[in-house]
């Protein structure tokens, strides 16, 4: 039973006395609330129950423990490039560069204080995606560099809602992620096999791609009666890689219609700020041009 004036921490057992800090369960102890700190991000356990915030804190009772006995290493331990003294971020067991730190939030789909309450050992492993790495090596230790097989393997664009909007974020799936050594070492084999089909069926180009949707997005006046058309064409590109200014070229039965590309974006109806859409992603060219000629479900020869 605690004293008059004192209370008891439902995280600790301790008694203690003060306002103490709020969770469901009651207030807590001062000295709960400085390894709280370091786990939760701000306010995050005002509505959490004493026993989740508890397991918490055994889970990283060790960090919490050596956290000030933490120093900063010559290098990013994950990138291994030079850690910068002012552009680095602590986490609760080590110093990452911001740069690293951006990719794991993105990859979590969180905020950087989000990212500091986490360990090493689990940001980690996000960097060995295949997306993040650039490829995947198999068991005998070959690398299969990812652009090379997106012909066969694209990555698959999904939506994820985002906490407390009414909105969605666009994320990939990489299935090179979920492929078995096996498939992973036929893959190339399997790519090859594809480039050849669509260029036995479309011809030799510099690029194919098959439009999906097509948009109006403006009539900008340039002038008493001149106007500025612009559109964005959605799809993903079969073959190649298509840079700015290429030449597209659609067949028609009254002969062949072509136009210049102006921009490139990604799967983003309004995102034109790309230099190159690669092999097997989906994006959209944006064409200043009057595009009565181009529907759904056309190819597209880049040149």
Request: contains cysteine; charged residues 30%; aromatic residues 8%.
């Amino acid at each position: 039973m605690a004293k008059m004036g004192t209370k008891v921490c439902p995280i600790c057992g301790k008694e203690f006395k003060g306002l103490g800090n709020i969770c469901k369960d009651g207030d807590y102890c001062n000295e709960c609330e400085k390894k709280v700190r370091l786990v939760f991000v701000e306010d995050e356990e005002d509505h959490l129950p004493a026993a989740k915030i508890r397991a918490k804190l055994n889970k990283y009772a060790d960090a919490i423990a050596a956290y000030d006995s933490i120093k900063k290493p010559e290098t990013c331990p994950i990138c291994g490039k030079k850690l910068p003294k002012l552009m680095n971020m602590r986490l609760l067991d080590a110093f990452i560069c911001m740069g690293c730190a951006e990719k794991a939030r993105d990859m979590l789909h969180t905020g950087y204080a989000a990212v500091g309450c986490m360990c090493l050992s689990e940001i980690q492993p996000l960097f060995g995606q295949a997306a993040v790495q650039g490829g995947r090596a198999d068991s005998s230790g070959v690398f299969h560099n990812a652009d090379a097989l997106r012909i066969v393997y694209p990555l698959i664009r999904t939506l994820w809602v985002v906490p407390g909007e009414d909105g969605y974020e666009v994320e990939y799936i990489d299935p090179l992620d979920s492929l078995s050594d096996e498939e992973l070492q036929a893959a190339p084999a399997l790519a090859e096999q594809r480039r050849a089909e669509f260029e036995a069926k479309y011809g030799t180009h510099k690029a194919i791609f098959e439009v999906d949707k097509i948009t109006k997005l403006y009539n900008e006046s340039k002038g008493r009666r001149h106007y500025r058309n612009e559109y964005r064409i959605g799809g993903r590109v079969l073959l190649g890689n298509i840079a700015l200014r290429d030449q597209a070229v659609v067949k028609r039965a009254e002969g062949t219609k072509e136009f210049t590309i102006r921009k490139l974006g990604d799967c983003r109806e309004y995102r034109s700020d790309l230099k190159e859409l690669k092999e097997g992603m989906e994006g959209g060219l944006f064409v200043e041009a009057s595009l009565s000629f181009v529907y759904p479900g056309d190819i597209l020869c880049i040149d």
